[in-house]
């Protein structure tokens, strides 16, 4: 079964550093997102990209964090200036066109910002 | 603003049983729902998706239902094993929305 991937898998980061994590969705999949779960907690949204351009985001999506898609097959999210609060487990996911379709999880980047 | 709330938080039962996980949501206006179990240190694998407009979904010895006008949703794991431990997750879409909404998931543990 395709599958989405996320490289790396665990990351550590100093405060202030920039990170980039990246994810492969599936291939004929139009809809891009990235969440993140903090220790304990909720897994909540941040963003969904399609069409090459962000189409929702959260008030979690400030400034510090951007998405991209360079090429035909990856999909970015960067911090710019890590702070210790983002340390999280971020997942990326994609889905095809239609609405109903079900979202389909990568295995996640361990982020850990000291 | 959805809230998305799964009682028990934890749950532990002997090998073979039955059981329920329940799920409930604030805002009826939901275009489908979506049960996820995640193990530990691990992503979200899907296991079944429930339309606003279906009562029901099963997937082996899985049932998940939805009523929607109460806000809850139920999933039925029948003859539990050991290999189902795992943390599950209910998550909804909200209609004309696209991101989903999470609960903060029960933790099943199935003793052998």
């Known amino acids: 079964e395709p599958e989405v991937t996320q490289t790396p898998s665990h990351q550590v980061t100093q405060m202030g550093q920039e990170v980039i994590l990246r994810c492969v969705p599936i291939?004929?999949?139009?809809?891009f997102y990235w969440y993140r779960q903090i220790l304990g907690q909720k897994v909540e949204f941040l963003v969904s990209?399609?069409?090459?351009?962000?189409?929702?985001k959260s008030e979690i999506f400030d400034d510090q964090f951007s998405v991209e898609r360079p090429d035909g097959s990856n999909f970015t999210l960067k911090i710019r200036s890590t702070k210790l609060e983002d340390s999280a487990m971020y997942f990326c996911?994609?889905?095809?066109?239609?609405?109903?379709?079900?979202?389909?999880f990568g295995s996640g980047t361990q982020l850990s910002v000291l | 603003k959805q809230e998305v709330t799964q009682i028990p938080a934890a749950l532990s039962v002997p090998e073979g049983e039955n059981l329920v996980l329940n799920c409930s949501f604030t805002?009826?206006?939901?275009?489908?729902l979506q049960w996820f179990r995640q193990d530990p240190g691990k992503g979200l694998t899907s296991l079944l998706l429930?339309?606003?407009?279906?009562r029901e979904q099963t997937s082996g010895r899985l049932n998940a239902s939805l009523d929607k006008s109460s806000g809850r949703s139920t999933l039925y794991i029948a003859a539990s094993q050991p290999g189902d431990s795992a943390t599950y997750l209910c998550?909804?879409?909200?209609?004309?929305?696209?991101?989903?909404?999470f609960g903060t998931g029960t933790r099943l543990t199935v003793i052998p």
């Open positions: 429930i339309q606003s407009s279906q």
């Open positions: 805002d009826s206006a939901i275009y489908n």
């Open positions: 990209f399609y069409n090459n351009e962000i189409s929702e």
């Open positions: 996911a994609s889905r095809p066109a239609d609405l109903a379709e079900k979202l389909f």
């Open positions: 998550a909804v879409r909200r209609t004309g929305a696209n991101n989903l909404f």
């Open positions: 291939s004929n999949h139009l809809y």
